[in-house]
């Protein structure tokens, strides 16, 4: 009986061959030549241009920056410069062309098409546009023209959601700003953005962008003036742009003596330091004398404890500030139209605040006992006052105390 051999096997250990990641070798040049013959072939034509570059083989996802830099340029740009490298390049770039809207507008469109097929390199846009704000001294006034008018067209079409930040944030180095240029750069781009865009439109590019609160920061130092600012924005046409600003800077201002008086006035501070705060707030701010009174009261009256449900006691602690605060009012309404606006702002809080409505002739016969309130004026609101806001019923209410004072007027 004939015994099965066993069959031979290998003996060791099986060794695996290691795998190494092949990366082929960079060549930004080869493709930027491809790039140019495709526009050179076509003329520039940039919808033939479009159609050829989508039906390619290029590998835009590894030369995204190289081909911005082609249809900005007309050609690869030199490291650490715009300049142009060595190598093929053609004149129908975006800096070739005409400073005007209607010829920079279709490069826009063109974009917006390549985006749409290929969005992965809008953040290569990002990056040839960073770079390029970041080297405005190295182009001529017309490129810079371009690239603003580029910019301002870019945002007006939305392009693929190109964030503000990123176009804006570059223009804040320090030597650009000195030099002028991005002064320069910002108004060439507020002129071409309004023209198809709102002001609230470029108010919200600007927040996004966040330069909306430091528009004077894009001035050069020695004309870093709201003067300044007036002065050039109106001589360019954007009066609008001026107002807005001014409105800005001004609500900022009242803001600050309101947040100073709140803490004065919680603090017990006297009078007299109190006073003098305001004083100056207002002649470092040039704020109108109608605002100081608006904000005067809105701050006492803010600062009162009121009471849920005890009528009576709210009465109490609005004349008790009335009586103490009467000289800080009495410095500033100064004559007969402020006095006016001080009972406007009691009728609308009174008004708008149902434990204050019953309120409305009491503290008006408080701020006449602190001669605040001059009989004139309580006279002419009660006879000719304008506004509508619970008028018939304060009116009504006051009938009593106007009655005594024109009593007492025929008696003396």
Request: some cysteine.
């Amino acid at each position: 009986m004939s015994s099965s051999k066993e069959k031979p096997t290998l003996g060791g250990t099986r060794i695996k061959s290691r795998k190494r990641n092949i990366t082929a070798p960079l060549d930004p040049a080869a493709f930027s030549d491809a790039v140019v013959q495709i526009y050179l072939e076509n003329s520039g034509d940039l919808e033939l241009v479009t159609k050829c570059l989508e039906s390619s083989e290029l590998n835009f996802s590894r030369y995204g920056d190289t081909f911005f830099e082609v249809v900005f340029r007309g050609a690869r740009t030199q490291p650490g410069t715009v300049k142009p490298d060595e190598g093929d390049s053609h004149p129908y770039s975006v800096l070739d062309c005409e400073p005007k809207r209607e010829a920079i507008l279709p490069y826009v469109l063109y974009i917006q098409k390549i985006l749409r097929r290929r969005p992965f390199l809008i953040k290569n846009l990002e990056n040839a546009m960073q770079r390029f704000l970041q080297s405005l001294e190295l182009f001529q006034d017309d490129e810079r023209k371009k690239l603003a008018i580029f910019t301002a067209l870019a945002f007006s079409q939305k392009l693929s959601g190109l964030p503000p930040e990123t176009v804006f944030q570059p223009l804040l180095k320090d030597n650009l700003v000195a030099k002028g240029l991005v002064l320069t750069f910002i108004t060439d781009f507020f002129k071409e953005y309004l023209v198809d865009n709102s002001l609230d439109d470029l108010i919200a590019i600007l927040k996004r962008g966040k330069i909306e609160e430091n528009l004077l920061d894009l001035f050069p130092s020695p004309k870093r003036t709201l003067e300044a600012f007036a002065e050039h924005f109106k001589k360019e046409g954007l009066t609008a742009l001026v107002e807005y600003n001014e409105k800005k800077i001004f609500e900022v201002k009242l803001k600050e003596m309101k947040t100073t008086l709140t803490s004065l006035i919680a603090e017990e501070t006297d009078v007299s330091e109190v006073i003098e705060s305001v004083k100056q707030h207002v002649k470092d701010a040039k704020l109108p004398d109608v605002e100081v009174i608006r904000v005067l009261w809105d701050v006492l009256m803010d600062a009162v404890q009121w009471s849920g449900k005890n009528q009576q006691q709210n009465a109490n602690s609005a004349l008790r500030q009335v009586k103490t605060w009467a000289e800080l009012l009495n410095i500033f309404a100064t004559n007969g139209k402020l006095e006016l606006e001080l009972i406007y702002k009691v009728q609308v809080q009174c008004y708008e605040d149902a434990k204050l409505m019953k309120l409305f002739p009491e503290i008006i016969r408080s701020l006449y006992d602190q001669d605040v309130l001059a009989e004139d004026t309580i006279l002419h609101w009660f006879l000719k006052g304008t506004n509508p806001k619970g008028r018939q019923m304060f009116v009504k209410a006051l009938e009593p105390f106007v009655k005594w004072l024109e009593e007492a007027e025929e008696e003396e």
